[in-house]
């Protein structure tokens, strides 16, 4: 049984920082590229940051250079630290996994609420 739970989240004021944690069972962390997506109320789920199991990371624009995405393959953990929070920030966040070959398949965490607010 695959589970990925997310861990972190929670109300932070303008300017804080939140560092959100996903853990993977079920599956072959190292063959995963693993993803941060979040969506707001009203609004679509969107692409924050992603992380292949081999090469570059990916950040949305609103994000880049405030947020950084990393994982641990010895820990099956995905991580999303999260600066210079916003309001516009607030939302659900889930983690994805996901892999092409040879089947394309995916996984979504529960999601873990992030609010920006004073």
């Known amino acids: 049984q695959v589970q990925l739970v997310e861990s972190g989240g929670g109300l932070v004021q303008p300017g804080g920082s939140l560092r959100l944690s996903c853990a993977a069972s079920g599956i072959i962390f190292g063959f995963y590229a693993m993803g941060w997506y979040r969506q707001a109320p009203g609004k679509q789920r969107e692409l924050v940051a992603a992380?292949?199991?081999?090469?570059?990371?990916n950040y949305a624009d609103s994000v880049k250079g405030r947020f950084t995405i990393s994982r641990d393959n010895a820990k099956n953990t995905v991580y999303l630290q999260m600066n210079s929070l916003k309001p516009e920030d607030t939302a659900v966040y889930y983690c994805h996994a996901d892999r092409t070959y040879p089947i394309k398949v995916d996984y979504w965490g529960q999601g873990t609420q992030v609010t920006v607010s004073s």
């Open positions: 992380i292949p199991s081999g090469g570059s990371t």
